[in-house]
């Protein structure tokens, strides 16, 4: 129970002092699971809407919050850099099972977070990119989605 404790207050910590971003709704989700706010820690640059600069090598906690408008027993999650509105390159091999990042199931109208350490590795180029981040029902294939602006540094 002391662990459960301790672990909730680190997660409350850490969400009070991430850094709000801006970010896009993906059109064929604003209806379908708008996404509510996006928080990346640290982001320092997210005071003059900047896109955030995410350090290789560093941890970097993203999260967010979502509403879907529908049911679903799990969802799939996948991040990748937005090249255009339909072609999209995997950035990082991450846990592909959001369950384990929030709340399943997921249950319509109900908001809900979803949060994650995003490991950049040394050999990711140093650039800009659009992200596109979606959490997906694998049966009815209905998505929570939004892009927002990074840049990988040193």
């Known amino acids: 129970m002391l662990h459960q404790t301790s672990l909730l207050l680190l997660l409350l910590a850490a969400f009070a002092s991430a850094e709000i ?23 320092p640059q997210a005071a003059t809407r900047a896109a955030c600069h ?10 967010f919050d979502f509403t879907p408008s529908f049911d679903a027993e799990r ?7 937005a090249k255009s509105d339909t072609e999209e390159l995997p950035l990082i091999s991450m846990e592909r099972d959001a369950c384990k990042s929030t709340t399943c199931p997921v249950q319509a109208g109900k ?30 294939g209905k998505r929570c ?10």
Request: aromatic share 8%; glycine share 2%; net charge positive.
């Open 21 to 43: 971003v801006n970010f896009q709704n993906c059109p064929d989700s604003v209806d379908v699971c708008p996404i509510n706010q996006v928080r990346v820690d640290p982001c």
């Open 54 to 63: 995410i350090r290789r090598r560093r941890p970097t906690t993203m999260s």
């Open 75 to 81: 969802l799939e999650a996948s991040l990748g850099w």
């Open 111 to 140: 908001q809900q977070t979803y949060s994650l350490v995003v490991p950049i590795e040394s050999k990711f180029p140093i650039s800009p990119y659009t992200i596109r981040w979606a959490l997906k029902d694998p049966v009815s």
């Open 145 to 154: 989605c939004f892009t927002v602006d990074i840049k990988v540094t040193r």
